[in-house]
């Protein structure tokens, strides 16, 4: 490209600036305006009377060298000579030639602008169709090349659905709804706004050598993969739409045609905000081109932005990478647990079954000078076992002999030492499926506990804390890839053509992502921290 971007790129905003000046909150709608206008592309604009339509088009005049306008208000009784020039009497009397003298009318104007576009006739819109689509105006046997930049259309309404204006509809690229001024501070502003005999200061406009340099060297601007996928993906999204779903009363379709089209209006946002290929950000622009009907513009809007969150900056990899690691986790939790946990041995007595541990390498303490105590390391995620003691329990002393009596009907109260208090609580206690027993918090949360044996037969190390560290490392990449992600978001999140409100949500869902891998990491870590202090109790770590 031979143009200096960042050059570029100011000089459009300032337009932006200049355009939109003492219009206001109609500011989006001018820069998608301008940037349908510096494409050649054409623009509908969808909204009730006296919503600054026409202002809009006026000041895409502004925008070029050359300021020839033409503005007409349709009606059901405009004629083609009104559009499109008178015929030539001269031509017809003197050469019998059908030639309409069309200066000062659409053929020959840069910026055009037709209000209430629905309500022409045949014979206007099928004419309109061909200067849109070839830039050529069938004069007689001539074919005129018409120099329109852009074509504003406005209307109340929208076109029937069996009014046969499929076709010239489906060229208006960029759809745009207007509404009255919303903003109670603006709305005094406007009524207290004095006329303006001209936009204020002083700005370049774009010659016919620049549209025409610029109009090429958009045609270069690249597609990178990672972005055309997503484009397939949103497509494949939106012909999956079923009526009803996203509240629309019929399926989303676009056009391969309108597809294409708007993918250029992307690659020139790409171009005059600088950059040489297609990035996220651009894709939101799509939510202006891609719709019918106000149904399908809300449904429209929601797929673009729940898929800008989840989608963007890699968001659904990471999102995926980080719920496997939580799975893992929490399946070498129950592997921990289940393994390493006393499974208390069981016998049917008249009926009832009865429960007691094997006292095979069981490990006696003494604690707080009371001896035969039975030391019970917590497996389970640590948990305030009782209210009057305040502080999480990663173990348990309680008496052997009071262990046995009460363990034997698999369920009741059992009196312990929580960590290293030196006053007993009573807790309840239960059995669970693998005949491992459970503490229970005053919440009635069950927690695995272990008695301390002599000989353990499990290595702790190996088999969780060796595995966690790799998932370490793991979680580790996936936050210097989210840093990547939100470095490389902001050096491009600043989109000339893109209200601010839709990037804001991108970087909110980026935090979201770091915290929701944070949180993995708290439970990694959690984990870590109760196999090691397993470990000490074992024997198999450092006292």
Not at 18 to 36: K, M, N, P, Q, T
Not at 51 to 56: E, G, M, P, T
Not at 433 to 453: C, K, R, S, W
Not at 510 to 519: E, F, Q
């Amino acid at each position: 490209m031979t143009i200096a971007h960042n050059t570029i790129s100011n000089r459009i905003e300032t337009l932006i600036d200049h355009l939109s000046y003492g219009v206001y909150e109609r500011r989006d709608a001018i820069r998608l305006c301008l940037l349908a206008a510096l494409s050649g592309e054409s623009i509908f604009l969808l909204g009730p009377p006296g919503i600054a339509k026409s202002l809009i088009a006026k000041r895409m005049i502004d925008v070029f060298e050359d300021e020839s306008y033409f503005e007409y208000l349709m009606t059901r009784f405009s004629t083609p000579e009104e559009i499109f020039g008178p015929l030539s009497i001269k031509a017809l009397k003197d050469e019998g030639k059908y030639i309409r003298l069309t200066e000062g009318y659409l053929p020959e104007a840069k910026v055009v602008f037709l209000d209430e576009i629905w309500k022409a006739g045949p014979a206007i819109l099928n004419t309109l169709l061909t200067v849109i689509n070839e830039r050529t105006f069938h004069n007689g046997i001539d074919h005129q090349k018409v120099p329109m930049r852009v074509l504003v259309s406005a209307s109340n309404e929208l076109p029937g659905a069996d009014s046969g204006l499929e076709a010239l509809y489906d060229r208006m690229l960029l759809r745009l709804y207007l509404e009255p001024i919303q903003d109670k501070k603006n709305f005094k502003a406007m009524l207290m706004q004095k006329p303006q005999a001209k936009l204020a200061g002083k700005f370049k406009k774009v010659s016919n050598e620049e549209f025409e340099l610029w109009k090429k060297e958009i045609n270069d601007v690249g597609l990178t993969d990672h972005c055309f996928e997503l484009i397939y993906d949103l497509k494949l999204s939106l012909d999956n739409n079923s009526p009803g779903e996203n509240h629309t009363e019929h399926a989303i379709y676009v056009s391969d045609r309108r597809w294409k089209k708007a993918i250029r209006l992307l690659q020139a946002s790409a171009y005059f905000n600088g950059r040489n290929q297609i990035s996220e950000t651009d894709l939101f622009i799509l939510k202006d081109c891609i719709w019918h009907d106000l149904d399908s513009k809300k449904a429209i809007f929601n797929i673009l932005h729940d898929f800008a969150i989840k989608r963007f900056c890699d968001q659904d990899e990471i999102t995926e990478a980080t719920n496997v690691i939580e799975q893992k986790i929490i399946e070498l939790d129950a592997d921990f647990q289940y393994r390493i946990g006393n499974r208390l041995n069981s016998d049917l007595v008249l009926t009832k079954t009865r429960y007691k541990l094997d006292l095979e390498d069981i490990k006696t303490y003494t604690f707080d000078g009371i001896p035969n105590m039975l030391k019970m390391c917590v497996i389970g995620e640590y948990k305030v076992l009782d209210k009057e003691v305040d502080e999480k329990a990663q173990s348990v002393y309680v008496g052997l002999d009071h262990f046995q009596k009460k363990i034997k009907s698999g369920t009741g109260l059992i009196k312990v030492y929580i960590n290293n208090a030196k006053t007993n609580v009573w807790l309840n206690f239960s059995i669970d499926e693998n005949q491992h027993l459970l503490l229970h918090d005053f919440a009635n949360n069950g927690i695995p506990v272990v008695a301390i044996t002599n000989k353990p037969t499990v290595d702790i190390k190996d088999n969780w804390l060796s595995k966690l560290a790799a998932l370490n490392e793991e979680m580790a990449n996936l936050k210097q890839r989210i840093i990547k992600n939100q470095i490389d978001f902001s050096s491009i999140n600043h989109n000339i053509f893109v209200e601010d409100d839709f990037i804001e949500s991108v970087e909110k869902s980026l935090v979201s992502l770091t915290l929701a891998l944070n949180a993995v990491q708290d439970k990694n870590d959690e984990f870590q921290e109760r196999l090691q202090i397993t470990a000490t109790n074992v024997g198999q770590g450092e006292e």
